[in-house]
């Protein structure tokens, strides 16, 4: 985590995208991130989303920077819509 604050501080994405949210710990660590950085916003992309993980992550008040896409991340019509959010 540390390596990754580093790298993320140095880079100063506009967007970070996250394959495999599971709970969405990693997506409100991004968001911290960019709340920071006042730079930055965060697309978590999972096969399966959970309705209470999804419920729990847009209730976070760092929502305002964290986008979800549900569907598998290789798939075509995902990965337009994860170019879509760039």
């Known amino acids: 985590m540390f390596r990754m604050q580093e790298l993320i501080y140095r880079v100063k994405p506009d967007v970070i995208i996250e394959t495999g949210v599971a709970h969405g710990g990693g997506l409100i660590f991004y968001a911290t991130l960019c709340k ?3 730079r ?14 999804r ?14 896409i549900e ?12 170019r879509s959010q760039i």
């Open 36 to 38: 920071a950085m006042e």
């Open 40 to 53: 930055g916003r965060i697309v978590g992309v999972d096969i399966e989303i959970r309705p209470h993980n």
């Open 55 to 68: 419920a729990a992550i847009e209730d976070h008040f760092l929502s305002p920077y964290i986008t979800l």
């Open 71 to 82: 569907g598998d991340s290789v798939a075509p019509d995902v990965l337009d819509q994860v």
